[in-house]
T-cell receptor, first 114, second 112 residues
Framework: DVKVTQSSRYLVKRTGEKVFLECVQD?????MFWYRQDPGLGLRLIYF???????EKGDIPEGYSVSREKKERFSLILESASTNQTSMYLC?????????????FGPGTRLTVL | QQPVQSPQAVILREGEDAVINCSSS?????VHWYRQKHGEAPVFLMI?????EQKGHEKISASFNEKKQQSSLYLTASQLSYSGTYFC?????????????FGKGTKLSVIP
């Protein structure tokens, strides 16, 4: 079974702090994704990566950056956290291109920015 | 552009049927369906690729109408375990083929 893990289930940070969210998958998947999930808005793609050191912007990249130094690990970085970044963050991975392959999701990190 | 899901919410009694629709304004290459229970990660149900196919998974099946650019998820003889939020994810060919765009979700509640 594919396993996608995220570093924290719950995180509380203060406005202006730098925040790192980590995601690790154990199935040698090529593609990894970061989404945020807000009530009434569904899942929205922040960034994705289709290879080590490669990254692409999703639909809402503003205020975020990412890093993928190793194939199994994809990090989401909030350079200066703001209250409007309070959300549930979900990581996912796929072996093939996202449009034809199952997305395996991690359990999520609920981030609160005070 | 996010696909549009309807209805936003539905309440069923055990044994009743439901249909959840997902429509796109762009030509679709694929449609994915996921279910998410409260406090848990979304779980894959099925993928439909362009070609107008229909797929089934236990008592949950889906169709994909390429001409209408929409997909429908059918839940028959619903069980309590079907409760959750259902998301469709739409895939497009070309430059965006790595990513899915998810709808806002349909909250399904099955009551005894």
């Amino acid at each position: 079974d594919v396993k996608v893990t995220q570093s924290s289930r719950y995180l509380v940070k203060r406005t202006g702090e730098k925040v790192f969210l980590e995601c690790v998958q154990d199935m040698d998947h090529e593609n990894m994704f970061w989404y945020r999930q807000d009530p009434g808005l569904g899942l929205r793609l922040i960034y994705f990566s289709y290879d080590v050191k490669m990254k692409e912007k999703g639909d809402i990249p503003e205020g975020y950056s990412v890093s993928r130094e190793k194939k199994e690990r994809f990090s989401l970085i909030l350079e200066s956290a703001s209250t409007n970044q309070t959300s549930m963050y979900l990581c996912a991975s796929t072996l093939w291109k996202g449009v034809t392959d199952t997305q395996y999701f991690g359990p999520g990190t609920r981030l609160t920015v005070l | 552009q996010q696909p549009v899901q309807s209805p936003q919410a539905v309440i069923l009694r055990e044994g009743e049927d439901a249909v959840i629709n997902c429509s796109s304004s762009k030509a679709l290459y694929s449609v994915h369906w996921y279910r998410q229970k409260h406090g848990e990660a979304p779980v894959f149900l099925m993928i439909l690729l362009k070609g107008g196919e229909q797929k089934g998974h236990e008592k949950i099946s889906a169709s994909f109408n390429e001409k209408k650019q929409q997909s429908s998820l059918y839940l028959t003889a619903s069980q309590l375990s079907y409760s959750g939020t259902y998301f469709c994810g739409t895939g497009y060919s070309g430059a965006g083929s790595y990513q899915l765009t998810f709808g806002k979700g349909t909250k399904l509640s099955v009551i005894p």
